[in-house]
């Protein structure tokens, strides 16, 4: 068996690639000896890890409401508010989601990336609704893994522009990195595979609400996806169509369902819709 593979196996609160980069960096041995993360062990190898403490966090806890679905010893699931970014990055520094949670939760910065503790996913900063956040290493590996494995049920409601036909179908494009706006996503020929279900809901005039559910996790896949069959998502300032109704995208993880992973019960939370997109529904409609 492969070292990386070995290690994770062995260690449940580290992922292969964590065990690879620890691998990298001499933290895991093989009878003294630092190795390769490809290396086929032997019986009677004799394996050591060391893990690093994690370097001091620069985040600050910031006191906000959340309002959180579920929690366990593992896991919060909890239900996003449209306009706050989920982690930390150039532009949004402070007052996200991750903010949020460490005012509730300062341990977590001992948990994965110093910027993104505790994140196994995210959603875009103008998208409401439910998401998953780990409270510790075990529980962290474990829910990427199902994420990897796309065993993890993920549903949107999403309108768009248009009366979308048939009522049931598949989207299957490779996206990637706009060649013509680094900043935006697009459907391109080497990009990486990716897959879109969904269900019509209800028309609505010249709108259609649909159930959404991404196969894969890309970056603005379902946005993307919808612009690239002809049926925007309305609000979506980038790839769809402004509306009067709406000051952001109307998208909404409405559902989602995954195992525990301290048990391997499967749970499904979701979120109803939020007053802007409801009122807008009522308006449209």
Do not use: W
Not at 15 to 21: E, F, L, N
Not at 63 to 81: F, G, R, S, T
Not at 110 to 122: E, K, N
Not at 177 to 182: I, T, V, Y
């Amino acid at each position: 068996m492969r070292l990386d593979r070995f290690v994770s196996e062995r260690c449940p609160e580290l992922s292969r690639t964590h065990a690879q980069k620890l691998i990298g960096d001499g933290c895991i041995t093989v009878n003294g000896q630092e190795s390769k993360a490809s290396l086929k062990l032997s019986t009677g190898d004799r394996v050591e890890v060391v893990i690093p403490p994690p370097p001091p966090s620069p985040l600050s806890p910031e006191a906000m409401p959340l309002n959180i679905l579920y929690e366990n010893d593992d896991l919060l699931v909890v239900d996003k508010p449209a306009g706050l970014t989920v982690h930390p990055a150039p532009g949004h520094p402070a007052h996200t989601l991750v903010n949020a949670i460490l005012a509730h939760y300062p341990h977590l910065t001992d948990i994965g990336d110093s910027l993104r503790p505790g994140i196994v996913h995210r959603l875009d900063k103008d998208t409401s609704g439910v998401m998953l956040v780990a409270k510790n290493r075990v529980a962290q590996a474990n829910l990427a893994e199902q994420f990897k494995n796309r065993t993890i049920v993920k549903a949107y409601l999403v309108l768009v522009r248009g009366k979308l036909k048939p009522e049931n179908g598949v989207i299957e494009a490779a996206l990637g990195r706009d060649p013509g706006n680094r900043q935006r996503m697009a459907v391109v020929s080497r990009g990486r595979e990716a897959r879109t279900e969904y269900r019509v809901v209800k028309y609505l005039g010249d709108a259609t609400l649909l159930e959404v559910r991404p196969e894969t996790g890309r970056t603005h896949q379902i946005r993307v996806h919808l612009a690239a069959i002809g049926f925007p998502v309305v609000g979506d300032a980038t790839y769809g169509v402004k509306s009067k109704y709406l000051s952001r995208q109307f998208l909404h993880a409405c559902r989602l369902g995954f195992k525990l992973p301290a048990t391997g019960q499967y749970m499904e939370f979701t979120s109803p819709l939020p007053p802007d997109l409801d009122q807008a529904l009522r308006e449209i409609g």
